[in-house]
């Protein structure tokens, strides 16, 4: 059984999402973000960054999104989340794993909360950056995607395509949406066309960016 801690849209979508794929039980409970839940001292417990997502696995709590989809995909292999250590595609799976939490993952955190930068608002010069840096990313997968997909391993969906489909959410309301671009745009639709997609926003109370 899994406990999955979450906030609608958030970082924990991937998991939630992973959770649905795989068909696994599980329950989620709603980290309050309007009444600041995610820094109160039960939560602090579970999760000492006051971050969501948080997963309890088999009684015992564990952070980072990236980490708790890979998690879920080692333990469900019948999923078939990921391809199989010493398969052709695991060093596919591995790499785009770590380039979309460390490289978008930060880029966006950055992008969404001034404050971790000790600031209410960036400077134009740090906005003009982080949006280099995640349009920057956001067209090498396209130019990927247009060379190789349909999915980001080809023709086999796996948890880096949940992982992508949660970062591309994240940019629907900014200066450059991935739906401006048309192998990511393509990408979407697909991705949100799966039936979990559906489920999620349903379990979420999610509107925007639906298809
Ligand atoms: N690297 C972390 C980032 C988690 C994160 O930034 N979560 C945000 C929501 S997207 C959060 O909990 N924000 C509340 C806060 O920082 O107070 C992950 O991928 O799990």
Known sequence: ????????????????????ETGVPHRLELVDFGK?????????????????????????P???????????????????????????????YLQWIVFFANSLGPAYRQWFYPSDLGSEEHPPFV?????NRIE?????????LAARGPYMLGERF??????????????????????DWPALKAYADLMRARPSWARLYATEGLTDWRA
């Open 158 to 179: 796996s948890a880096v395509d949940l992982l992508a489909l949660m970062y591309m959410r994240w940019s629907r309301n900014m200066p450059r949406p991935v739906t």
């Open 62 to 92: 564990y952070f980072e999104s990236a980490a708790l989809l890979m998690l879920i995909a080692e333990r469900h292999p019948e999923a078939g989340l990921a391809p199989p250590p010493g398969s052709a595609l695991r060093g596919d």
């Open 127 to 131: 906005r003009e950056a982080l949006r």
């Open 136 to 144: 920057g990313a956001w067209s090498l997968v396209d130019a990927h």
């Open 36 to 60: 600041e839940a995610q820094h109160s001292p039960e939560y602090l417990r579970l999760n000492p960054r006051g971050q969501v997502p948080t997963l309890v696995v088999d009684g015992k």
């Open 1 to 20: 059984m899994y406990t999955l801690y979450y906030s609608p849209g958030t970082a924990s979508m991937v998991v939630h999402l992973a959770l649905l």
